[in-house]
């Protein structure tokens, strides 16, 4: 199993512009969860699907923040528009039960300019 | 609602010296505990888990963890850490009424000099 996959890896755009963070979560999990980590506020879950639907969304700081999971395989995370204070690193993560814990991907580091 | 306190932010060791990470939580229902470790700029992986059954949970690296019940704790506990154990780890709890949701707390920073 590859794991859970994120791409990209490093994103820098300028301020402004749309940002869109992908997620393909391990096969046969059926939560997935988006988490932004800075050294100020540490981890911090954004929002969270469980077999596709949104779950809570309680953590998406703005309207500017969006996320979709069209399908068990994908998901997107999207920033539009992007402001400095967005840079972090964006970790996706799924599970098969709360008991098994999570497998997070190696993240997105994002630098908004 | 559950929430997890790290005591201690930054934990500054040398080598071969044991170390003990703390963790307390609070939750008024049955939980389950982990153990993260962040490497420098890659995800977390899980160290261990505690379910159920024997209180004290092991990981394959030598850590140890002990739920302790009546105190709220789950320490994260090694005898002789490496250089290569420099990382930051973090607890968390899932559970109760939260859904498929794990809290995590702050992360400690675990720094092994030689």
């Not at chain 1, 997935?32 to 699907?49: A, D, H, N, P, V």
């Not at chain 2, 160290?47 to 690296?61: A, F, M, P, Q, R």
Request: negative net charge; charged residues 15%.
């Amino acid at each position: 199993d590859a794991g859970v996959i994120q791409s990209p890896r490093h994103e820098v755009t300028e301020m402004g512009q749309e940002v869109t963070l992908r997620c393909k979560p391990i096969s046969g999990h059926n939560s997935l969860f988006w988490y932004r980590q800075t050294m100020m506020r540490g981890l911090e879950l954004l929002i969270y699907f469980n077999n596709n639907v949104p779950i809570d969304d309680s953590g998406m700081p703005e309207d500017r923040f969006s996320a979709k999971m069209p399908n068990a395989s994908f998901s997107t995370l999207k920033i539009q528009p992007s402001e400095p204070r967005d840079s972090a690193v964006y970790f996706c993560a799924s599970s098969s039960g709360q008991g098994n814990g999570y497998t997070f991907g190696s993240g997105t580091r994002l630098t908004v300019v | 609602a559950q929430s997890v306190t790290q005591l201690d932010s930054q934990v500054p060791v040398f080598e071969e010296a044991p170390v003990e990470l703390r963790c307390n939580y609070s939750s008024s229902v049955s939980v389950y505990l982990f153990w993260y470790v962040q490497y420098p700029n890659q995800g977390l992986q899980l160290l261990l888990k505690y379910l159920s059954g024997s209180t004290l949970v092991e990981s394959i690296n030598g850590f140890e963890a002990e739920f302790n019940k009546s105190q709220t704790s789950f320490h994260l506990r090694k005898p002789s850490v490496h250089i290569s154990d420099t990382a930051e780890y973090f607890c968390a709890v899932a559970g109760g009424n939260q859904g498929g949701k794990l809290i995590f707390g702050q992360g400690t920073e675990l720094s092994v000099k030689p």
